[in-house]
């Protein structure tokens, strides 16, 4: 399948093998794509060098969202790079683990406004950017999770977070539509990577995916990077503003 010859895409949040920036990567570049990546900071610029080098990627440099002169700097390496943007992946979030656990009631303010700048604003801090490359329309995607939509345990503030992100889903989507750029999310089931490991008692939410999904079983990398290929694709071209899930069905139980 070639879904997406011709089309050059940046991916960020690479931050090892198992991310789901990843998986998508992955697949865009199986479907035909060009891809750049960017790394936050030093330690993760020597495991996404050679991961992008596999897919005979370009690494567009550092980006730390929640510096905006780094936003602006990965811009323009990529206009100078290509001149143009067909796609844009984005798999970022943080929030400070110690409050991925116990009661939302508490969270601080601090960690309120770091989790939802990087979690949410970020994504429309890149859109802007974007908008100005994608002169032949374009798609922008980002990951979600369950907790956005309904009480989760330990989720916490990533879950007000993620909310936020699926409205300004809808408000970017709206905004772009008449330069033919889609907005969409992937809401993926529970994947164990690096950010889920800060999530409390994650093993005991991966285990009850398994036993409780309509598909019995939890989503993989690949799974959730097929998709991206789909959203990204000319193929989903009717498709903006939509937040959909590849959980194995588990949003239809819990
Ligand atoms: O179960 C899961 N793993 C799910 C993840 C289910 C549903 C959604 N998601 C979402 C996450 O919330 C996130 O938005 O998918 C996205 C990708 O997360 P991931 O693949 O699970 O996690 P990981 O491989 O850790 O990548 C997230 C990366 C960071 O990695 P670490 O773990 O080092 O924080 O987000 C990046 C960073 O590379 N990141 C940033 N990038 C730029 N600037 C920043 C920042 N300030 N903070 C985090």
Not at 67 to 80: G, N, T, Y
Not at 110 to 122: P, Q
Not at 206 to 229: C, D, F, H, K, M
């Amino acid at each position: 399948a070639n879904l997406l010859r011709g089309k050059r895409g940046l991916v960020m949040g690479v931050a090892n093998n198992r991310s789901i920036a990843w998986g998508i990567a992955k697949a865009a570049a199986d479907a035909g794509a060009e891809l750049a990546f960017t790394y936050q900071g030093d330690a993760l610029k020597k495991r996404v060098e050679p991961l992008a080098k596999q897919l005979g990627g370009h690494v567009v440099g550092h980006c730390d969202v929640t510096d905006s002169a780094s936003i602006d700097a990965v811009f323009a390496e990529i206009e100078k790079l290509w001149g143009k943007l067909d796609f844009v992946v984005h798999c970022i979030a943080f929030s400070d683990k110690d409050e991925l656990t116990g009661r939302y009631v508490e969270t601080t303010e601090a960690n309120f406004t770091k989790s939802l700048l990087i979690s949410c604003y970020s994504f429309t801090a890149v859109t802007q950017r974007a908008e100005k490359l994608m002169t032949d329309g374009g798609s922008m995607l980002t990951l979600t999770y369950y907790g956005a939509e309904k009480w989760m345990p330990h989720y916490n503030v990533m879950g007000v977070a993620k909310a936020a992100l699926e409205s300004s889903v809808q408000y970017l989507a709206a905004d772009l539509g008449p330069s033919k750029i889609r907005v969409n999310a992937i809401s993926a089931g529970p994947i164990k990577t690096l950010a889920a490991s800060g999530i409390g008692d994650f093993r005991y939410i991966l285990r009850w995916n398994e036993y409780n999904s309509p598909l019995r079983r939890t989503v993989t990398i690949e799974e959730v990077g097929e998709t991206a290929v789909f959203l990204v694709s000319d193929m989903s071209r009717g498709i903006t503003g939509e937040i959909l899930h590849v959980d194995a069905g588990y949003h239809v139980v819990g």
